[in-house]
T-cell receptor, first 114, second 113 residues
């Protein structure tokens, strides 16, 4: 158990809908990362937050947005969902924002868009 | 721009045989290097990392990786694999001076009895 929690574990929805994925980092970690893992694209970095502020952006679509709240939990919002958004979404956390920090991954949320 | 290449998408190997999983990177700045492992139906977990110092780093379960700056590689090796090593292995690069973390596409290691 990494100490990172993600809810829900599974999510099934229809195209055009909007969903919110939630992540609670390990106690003491200030940095949160979001990743998308799919069979055809592998593990893609989406976005990073550190202590409430956006620190780095990866291949995140405009339909997707995220935020980190004062209690350090984070939410990833996916809107106007398409079939291709079906994937496993991971949240990870680390103590600091720098790239030498180990990241601790949550168990993931499996999103299925029908 | 930085990138990570894992040339082998799948590596089958018999139990107790040695294995090498290859990772090459491209970066114009110095990097921190990582190997993560993902067991079936789980999230990723750190296997080992190179930040500085000795170029050979080891994990607690017998894996080792060597940072080769001239060849820009960070290959993962184990002299004798077990069935329980069956998993997907990801190489990752953290370029210094940035906040980005770049993962390779992963290598599925399948250990056969």
């Amino acid at each position: 158990d990494s100490g990172v929690t993600q809810t829900p574990k599974h999510l099934i929805t229809a195209t055009g809908q909007r969903v919110t994925l939630r992540c609670s980092p390990r106690s003491g970690d200030l940095s949160v990362y979001w990743y998308q893992q799919s069979l055809d694209q592998g593990l893609q970095f989406l976005i990073q937050y550190y202590n409430g502020e956006e620190r780095a952006k990866g291949n995140i679509l405009e339909r997707f947005s995220a935020q980190q709240f004062p209690d350090l939990h984070s939410e990833l919002n996916l809107s106007s969902l398409e079939l291709g958004d079906s994937a496993l979404y991971f949240c990870a956390s680390s103590v600091g924002a720098e790239p030498y920090n180990e990241q601790f991954f949550g168990p993931g949320t499996r999103l299925t868009v029908l | 721009a930085q990138s990570v290449t894992q040339l082998d998408s799948q590596v089958p190997v018999f139990e107790e045989a040695p294995v090498e999983l290859r990772c090459n990177y491209s970066s114009s700045v110095s990097v921190y290097l990582f190997w993560y492992v993902q067991y079936p139906n789980q999230g990723l977990q750190l296997l080992l990392k190179y930040l500085s110092g000795s170029t050979l780093v080891e994990s607690i379960n017998g894996f080792e990786a060597e940072f080769n700056k001239s060849q820009t590689s960070f290959h993962l090796r184990k002299p004798s694999v077990h069935i329980s090593d069956t998993a997907e292995y990801f190489c990752a690069v953290g370029p210094s001076g940035t906040y980005k973390y770049i993962f390779g596409t992963g290598t599925r290691l399948k250990v056969l009895a």
